[in-house]
């Protein structure tokens, strides 16, 4: 079924992408993944947005790149998935270094999908971790 909704396609080099889906609750979690930093940027606009770290993003801070983006489901519950993105970077030892260790810094953004399926299962830590634990160099699309 993928192929006829347009298949695979390779990312840019050094990026890998991960996804978790919930389909009693239909919603999940996307991360994209530069364990080793990227510099990044973010745009936030509207009346409700749903964000978190990306304050970080501003060229005049301290940190210069980030080891992850998450694209969740949940509304503000679901930015707990971001969690989840954190430990697995953690266990890797990937992160901003500090005096007391790596921190990964991962900002994260989510979408008001509440109330579309079976039942009231936002993202959680889990889904992070496990949309991190699937990351490739491969992007479905459909």
């Known amino acids: 079924m993928a192929e006829a909704l347009g298949g695979s396609r390779a990312l840019v080099p050094g990026l890998r992408v991960g996804h978790f889906?919930?389909?009693?609750?239909?919603?999940?979690?996307?991360?994209?993944?530069?364990e080793e930093g990227a510099v990044g940027a973010v745009d936030v606009?509207?009346?409700?947005?749903?964000?978190?770290?990306?304050?970080?993003?501003?060229?005049?801070n301290t940190v210069e790149k980030v080891?992850?983006?998450l694209l969740t489901g949940g509304s503000a519950f679901g930015l707990r998935a971001a969690d989840g993105v954190v430990r697995y970077l953690a266990e890797r030892g990937k992160g901003f270094p500090t005096p007391g260790g790596v921190v990964p810094i991962v900002p994260a953004a989510v979408l008001y999908d509440l109330g579309r399926g079976k039942?009231?299962?936002?993202?959680?830590?889990?889904?992070?971790?496990?949309?991190?634990?699937?990351?490739?160099?491969?992007?479905e699309e459909g």
């Open 21 to 34: 889906t919930d389909l009693e609750a239909l919603t999940g979690s996307t991360v994209v993944l530069v």
């Open 45 to 60: 606009r509207g009346a409700a947005p749903g964000t978190r770290e990306t304050d970080l993003l501003s060229p005049e």
């Open 67 to 69: 080891q992850a983006i």
């Open 119 to 139: 039942v009231h299962r936002p993202p959680g830590a889990e889904a992070g971790y496990q949309a991190a634990l699937a990351v490739g160099e491969e992007v």
